[in-house]
């Protein structure tokens, strides 16, 4: 039963290219979290997702940002036009969204902006 | 969302018990105490939780007050790889918002 898996687990990009981060929610988990931890600070909650829906997304910087969970794979966060204050760890999450359960957090994903 | 406050860090002997504190004055009735930890580099864990009893699993013991407002996260014999950051986070039941708020956490050094 893999858990939640994030690729890659790292990535360069230059500023002003575009990134893309996926996330696989663990087996039977319709709700995808996205968290960010820039260097040396605590995670920052970004935007919640359920399948084809965005549910909460007041994490989420105002421009360049954007997220998604489709139907079928992955989600899918992606940062436009890169700079070098985007360098941090991407964190995923999923749960199943039903009762008081906690949620299963992946490697993450770590951005270098050059 | 109720807050929490706990200490910035704690240093534990390697083999004692690590007891890390947690104060959550606002909690509400129905919200439950959460405790993730984070390995340096690596996705947070879960640990516990717990909403008003007592709670113990492989990993460690969840102590809330009779009045909710404080509980303790204990690790009865800390090793050098329990050395982390600990969240203590409260969270809502399904249906009110769901996502998981991070705050500044402990940071715990287990020492040989």
């Known amino acids: 039963n893999a858990g939640v898996m994030q690729n890659p687990r790292h990535l360069v990009r230059r500023r002003g290219q575009e990134a893309r981060l996926r996330c696989s929610p663990m087996k039977g988990h319709s709700h995808v979290y996205w968290y960010r931890q820039l260097p040396e600070e605590g995670l920052k909650f970004m935007v919640y997702?359920?399948?084809?829906?965005?549910?909460?997304e007041s994490g989420m910087p105002k421009e360049r940002f954007s997220a998604e969970f489709p139907k079928e794979g992955p989600s899918i966060l992606r940062i436009q036009q890169v700079v070098r204050g985007d360098s941090a760890a991407y964190f995923c999450a999923s749960s199943p969204g039903t009762g008081a359960h906690g949620y299963t957090f992946g490697s993450g994903t770590r951005l270098t902006v050059v | 969302d109720a807050k929490t406050t706990q200490p910035p860090s704690m240093d534990c002997a390697e083999g004692r018990a690590a007891n890390l504190p947690c104060n959550h004055s606002?909690?509400?009735?129905?919200?439950?105490v959460y405790w993730y930890r984070q390995i340096h580099s690596q996705g947070p864990q879960y640990i516990i939780h717990?909403?008003?009893n007592n709670e113990t699993n492989e990993m460690a013991s969840l102590i809330i007050t009779e009045d909710r407002k404080s509980s303790t996260l204990i690790l009865p014999h800390a090793t050098l790889r329990d050395t982390a950051v600990y969240y203590c986070?409260?969270?809502?039941?399904?249906?009110?918002?769901?996502?998981?708020?991070f705050g500044a956490g402990t940071i715990l050094r287990v020492k040989s």
């Open positions: 986070i409260i969270d809502p039941p399904r249906g009110y918002g769901n996502k998981l708020v």
């Open positions: 997702l359920q399948k084809e829906n965005i549910i909460d």
């Open positions: 717990g909403l008003k």
């Open positions: 606002t909690i509400s009735g129905n919200e439950y």
